[in-house]
Each structure stands twice: as structure tokens, then as C-alpha cells.
């Protein structure tokens, strides 16, 4: 694999990030460059990029200068102000691209990768440009992540099969940026992951883009263990819900106008069934707080119509418009 970068979003969780670079460092492939945005810009984070950026070089070596001239592998970008995940990623990304990286391996603090994790990646480098690995739970298991975008509706197909058929790849429309791996050809094609988004939605808009342009793979690889614990109840035998906060369930609702947009513009959208999807949507957040946050209906509610009614402002702004290419 050509100049993997492996770009990282961090936000006041410093031992859940020290415990990810702890993992970086037993990579049976050296990554090229590790690059960490910090949305909060902590001097303890700071401080912790500086000592591993010392133990990485020491232990892979400096690189050939990149376009800027740096040889270090640890890059640490500092926000100065905080731009969620979808705005992390996408700077992340963006520096990465514009010091050269040839692939982009990008992942939340919280989780750690499997040594080989990299490398069982690289194998699947050839026959695609997006290539999404498995990943472990909190308590070891394997985790179930729903690969697969009902267009129609605007919502992940809850039904997607967990199994592989003889440990072949199966296909995908949507990304997770919690392990995704993609191509430098994506960021040229797609532009940057949108920062609009703040957080919720932004990767699987990213991975439906990708795929009406690249071939994009669930493969199943194991290449990442998740590490924080996340209260939830189990949907059957492999699916679950998870618990989330009310500030979450406004993105979830709002960041629908941005969905609907990015499907007009590739002519997926279609207003009454996209309607469903959102309705859907609103009564899977009425009963994941019912059944899991065991929160207040009436918060959770107001947030959720809140988000609606700014998701309706997005879709009808006449001057919105979609990432540009980078090519």
C-alpha cells in the first residue's frame, strides 16, 4: 500500500486516544502518516502527540519529505474550535491529501486496531478503492454494521445479511468512519468528507457518493476493536441499539436535509418515500429512548423536531451545494 495515512478525530477522551496509538504502534505495517485532529486543543493532547511521534520515529524511521517538506510520521492538527467528527474528519483528510497520502484509513479515538489490521486492508487494495473491515465490540464479539443504504428511503437497511459467503467481499453503499479505508482517487473524485454534517450521517453520505463513482467492499477482515462501552439492547441475534443523546437525535433529524440533497443531485431522491424513511427515523429515536436512554420523551422530542424543521430549511437553501472535487 502506497503512503497510507491513518487519520484520526479526537475530543476530551485522552486515554481512550492513548490506548488507540498504543495499538498504532504493534501495526505489522507502518503507516506513513498518523494524523490526529484535536477539537479541543489540549496541551495534554498536544503533549501526547509529541511523545509519539518520538517512539514512531524511532521505531519505523522518518519518511522522504512529503509536499511540505516533513519527514516526522505523527502529524497533529489542533482546531480552534470544535467541528464534530464530520468537521475533523474532513480537515483530517484534507491534510493528509495535501501532504501526499495515497490512502486514507480513518478512525474515532475510541477505538484500538488489530496489529494485522492494516495489512489484511492492503490485500484488498487491488480490487477496489473503498474497503470497509470488520470490526470487534466493547465485549469482544463482533460488532453488526448495517452496510447497506436503502437510497429510496434515506435510511440503512436494517436487514442486511451478517454473514459472508465464502470469505468473499460483498458490496456497499455507504461508509463508516470508524475503520473505512478509501483511495486518494475517492478524495479527487468526491472532494472532502462535508464538515456540515458536524456529526451523524456525514460517512454514510461519503460512502453512497463514493459508490456511484468507485467500487466500494465490506470485507470480513477484522481490523479494529472498539473500546469504549456503549449501553444498548440487543435486536435480535446479532443487531443492537445503541444509546445516544439528545444532541445526537438533532443531527440524526437535521443532517436529513443534507441527505436529501446530496440524493437530488445524483437523482435518487424521491420526495414521498424519503418521507417515510424520515418518519421512520423519528419513531426508531421515540423508541431508543423509551428502550434504551430511558430518557425524557418530551426533551428527546423537542430535539427531534427541531432537527426536522432545520432539515427542511438545508433542503429548500438555494445556495447550498455538494463538496467539490479535488482532482
Known amino acids: 500500500m502506497?503512503?497510507?495515512?491513518?487519520?484520526?478525530?479526537?475530543?476530551?477522551?485522552?486515554?481512550?486516544?492513548?490506548?488507540?496509538?498504543?495499538?498504532?504502534?504493534?501495526?505489522?505495517?507502518?503507516?506513513?502518516?498518523?494524523?490526529?485532529?484535536?477539537n479541543e486543543n489540549s496541551a495534554q493532547t498536544a503533549d501526547l502527540m509529541q511523545a509519539f511521534s518520538a517512539r514512531a520515529d524511532e521505531l519505523?524511521?522518518?519518511?522522504?519529505?512529503?509536499?511540505?517538506?516533513?519527514?516526522?510520521?505523527?502529524?497533529?492538527?489542533?482546531?480552534?474550535?470544535?467541528?464534530?467528527?464530520?468537521?475533523?474528519?474532513?480537515?483530517?483528510?484534507?491534510?493528509?491529501?495535501?501532504?501526499?497520502?495515497?490512502?486514507?484509513?480513518?478512525?474515532?479515538?475510541?477505538?484500538?486496531?488489530?496489529?494485522?489490521?492494516?495489512?489484511?486492508?492492503?490485500?484488498?487494495?487491488?480490487?477496489?478503492?473503498?474497503?470497509?473491515?470488520?470490526?470487534y465490540d466493547f465485549d469482544g464479539g463482533p460488532f453488526y454494521w448495517q452496510y447497506h443504504f436503502w437510497e429510496g428511503l434515506g435510511i440503512y437497511n436494517p436487514l442486511?445479511?451478517?454473514?459472508?459467503?465464502?470469505?468473499?467481499?460483498?458490496?456497499m453503499n455507504v461508509m463508516c468512519f470508524e475503520g473505512a479505508l478509501f483511495s486518494r482517487k475517492v478524495v479527487e473524485t468526491c472532494g472532502l468528507p462535508d464538515?456540515?454534517?458536524?456529526?451523524?450521517?456525514?460517512?454514510?453520505?461519503?460512502?453512497?457518493?463514493?459508490?456511484?463513482?468507485?467500487?466500494?467492499?465490506?470485507?470480513?477482515?477484522?481490523?479494529?476493536?472498539?473500546?469504549?462501552?456503549v449501553k444498548n439492547v440487543s435486536v435480535g441475534s446479532v443487531r443492537q441499539l445503541n444509546s445516544t443523546s439528545d444532541m445526537t437525535r438533532y443531527y440524526i433529524l437535521r443532517n436529513r436535509g443534507y441527505i436529501a440533497r446530496y440524493l437530488r443531485e445524483y437523482g435518487d431522491y424521491n420526495r414521498f418515500a424519503f418521507g417515510l424513511g424520515t418518519a421512520a427515523t423519528f419513531a426508531k429515536e421515540l423508541i431508543r429512548i423509551a428502550a434504551v436512554d430511558r430518557g425524557s420523551l418530551v426533551s428527546g422530542t423537542k430535539r427531534l423536531i427541531a432537527g426536522w424543521k432545520d432539515a427542511r430549511k438545508i433542503y429548500r437553501d438555494p445556495t447550498w451545494k455538494p463538496m467539490e472535487p479535488l482532482a
Open 2 to 38: 502506497d503512503k497510507p495515512a491513518i487519520v484520526i478525530v479526537t475530543y476530551k477522551r485522552q486515554d481512550l486516544l492513548a490506548g488507540l496509538l498504543a495499538s498504532l504502534e504493534l501495526s505489522t505495517i507502518a503507516p506513513w502518516r498518523v494524523v490526529v485532529v484535536d
Open 60 to 135: 519505523w524511521g522518518r519518511t522522504e519529505p512529503d509536499a511540505e517538506g516533513g519527514t516526522h510520521r505523527a502529524v497533529y492538527v489542533p482546531m480552534t474550535e470544535n467541528t464534530g467528527g464530520s468537521g475533523g474528519f474532513s480537515m483530517g483528510v484534507k491534510r493528509a491529501f495535501e501532504l501526499g497520502a495515497q490512502w486514507f484509513w480513518v478512525m474515532d479515538d475510541d477505538v484500538a486496531i488489530e496489529p494485522e489490521g492494516l495489512e489484511r486492508l492492503d490485500r484488498w487494495t487491488a480490487q477496489a478503492d473503498v474497503i470497509q473491515g470488520c470490526r
Open 160 to 171: 442486511a445479511k451478517s454473514t459472508f459467503e465464502d470469505g468473499q467481499p460483498k458490496p
Open 195 to 229: 464538515p456540515r454534517f458536524f456529526i451523524y450521517w456525514d460517512d454514510a453520505v461519503y460512502g453512497y457518493v463514493a459508490s456511484r463513482h468507485v467500487r466500494t467492499i465490506l470485507v470480513p477482515d477484522f481490523v479494529l476493536r472498539r473500546c469504549r462501552e
